[in-house]
């Protein structure tokens, strides 16, 4: 980074040595600087598909900002690659098994597929919506119901924000609760002028996801299985 100041008969600029934590490339330069290039120099190969992703050997490092995840079926393989980290001056804290990672809870039992869940954001939304105790439904949305604008319609009595709400269950939707992708798409289409059918169908889902409040993402890697996929 660089500072000017222009004078009567000159510039001077000051050249910014160090990156300093607060400015608004900071996080980009420790990213590319120490991290990318600390992981390369103990053997790790960014992935090309997505940049916060690296492989050595049988071992997977995923990371966000300064947050990461080892994974692994080899236990010493990890230790090492987190001391050798540590032996080039990364500060890393072990916590251990991982039991929640970015608000995403993961529900490990040996024997048993592992479930990712989000009861806490879900716990949030059913805050925000205001919503009664004990009012539970069994679907995401009605059967066979699409929303329309319906212009003619009362506008949204503004119980709750909407807007706000939608953006949460997006980000549910993407990470732990495929199964309303369709009904948080459809009400995410009236978010500029929502009406009032709009406001019912998001507390209808609401009473869903009480439901499913617990509920999430298996996994259970079976080497004999595979995809199969066919167009849309």
């Known amino acids: 980074g660089v500072m000017t100041q222009k004078g009567d008969s000159q510039t001077h600029v000051l050249k910014l040595m160090k990156n300093i934590y607060g400015q608004k490339q900071a996080g980009h330069v420790w990213n590319t600087t120490y991290l990318v290039k600390g992981l390369k120099q103990i053997g790790f190969k960014q992935s090309t598909v997505d940049e916060c992703v690296f492989y050595c050997g049988k071992t997977i490092f995923a990371c966000y900002v300064d947050n990461g995840i080892f ?91 909407y807007c706000s709400v939608i953006g949460k269950l997006n980000f549910l939707e993407k990470s732990t609760q495929p199964d309303i992708a369709y009904v948080v798409h459809q009400c995410a289409h009236f978010c500029e002028h929502p009406k009032q059918s709009h406001g019912d169908a998001v507390i209808h889902l609401m009473k869903y996801l009480a439901a499913m409040w617990n509920e999430g993402i298996i996994l259970d890697p079976q080497s004999e299985k595979s995809f199969k996929v066919f167009v849309d």
């Open 71 to 161: 994974a692994g079926p080899d236990l010493e393989d990890i230790e090492q690659s987190i001391h050798q980290l540590r032996e080039h001056g990364f500060h890393i804290e072990d916590k251990g098994d991982i039991k929640d990672y970015l608000g995403i809870h993961l529900c490990q039992t040996p024997g048993k597929p592992t479930k990712l869940f989000q009861p806490h954001l879900i716990d949030q939304l059913i805050s925000d919506v205001h919503l009664p105790a004990n009012t539970l439904k069994c679907t995401p949305t009605l059967s066979m119901r699409i929303l329309q604008c319906n212009e003619d319609e009362p506008d949204f009595d503004g119980c709750f924000h």
